[in-house]
DNA sequence: AAAGTCGCTACAATAAATGTAGCAACTCAT
DNA sequence: ATGAGTTGCTACATTTATTGTAGCGACTTT
């Protein structure tokens, strides 16, 4: 029997095929996740600044998404605020270079203003 | 004057701050757009295969998807069905790691079924 | 005690994803 | 050339997610 793809908010357990990546893919996938794991690089955050540094999300989705990340063991709420687990740190070392390369695809196809 | 988060299918232009790494962001968190990818990387696939392969994606959403990865130069619409553009290849070079990090990670999450 | 902050919830409105049906264009064997 | 099968994709109703705004209770600062 597959695992079902959660609902938001519910815990993230599996894509239909149960494959790792897709699990993951599947949490990634949701508005705003890779922008606030983004964010917590830097260092532990308030909710509120996660809030304003997170463009227009909303405080219903940005909490939502911490209980998400909380759960899988991405996040955790610190004293200090939120912040990166060691799992946490260890996926953005992955997802750090995509920075670089964001800069010279905007660049090529002519996405962003800047 | 700031780019606006595009809605589903129209060109995705720019998150609110106009970052690169915040559109690419963005456009990789929708449903799908990661999974897509992920699956076009082991070569050109046509719209019925990527279909079942993408677990559960409805055909809507999966032309939504293919038609913003086209817009942003990540995916072609070629002789031999959907595939990654060299951009598209490129970014799944920096993707791919995931594949076994998600492994670890889902081993030391219980997340999922295997 | 008044005035801020904070994390978060409630809730209505809008947008996105799902699931199903099916159509037009094409292939291919008869 | 006709009918059966496949393909890419659209239509559309239903379900689910996200947004936007208001505000509450706990806390801190003055």
Known sequence: MPAQIPKAGE???GSKSGKP???LFD???R??????????S???QT?????????????????????????????INGD?????TTEGKDLFVYLEPLGT??????HASNLTEQ
Do not use: H
């Open 47 to 75: 909710f509120r600044s996660l809030q304003s540094n997170c463009e227009s999300v909303s405080p219903t989705v940005l909490n939502t998404r911490l209980k998400e990340l909380r759960e899988c063991g991405i996040v």
């Open 11 to 13: 815990p993230v357990r």
């Open 80 to 84: 200090s605020g939120y912040e990166l």
């Open 21 to 23: 990546i897709m699990v």
């Open 31 to 40: 508005r705003w996740a890779l922008g606030i794991i983004w964010n917590l």
């Open 27 to 29: 949490l990634l996938g």
């Open 101 to 106: 390369w964001s800069q010279t695809w905007s």
């Open 42 to 44: 830097s260092g532990p």
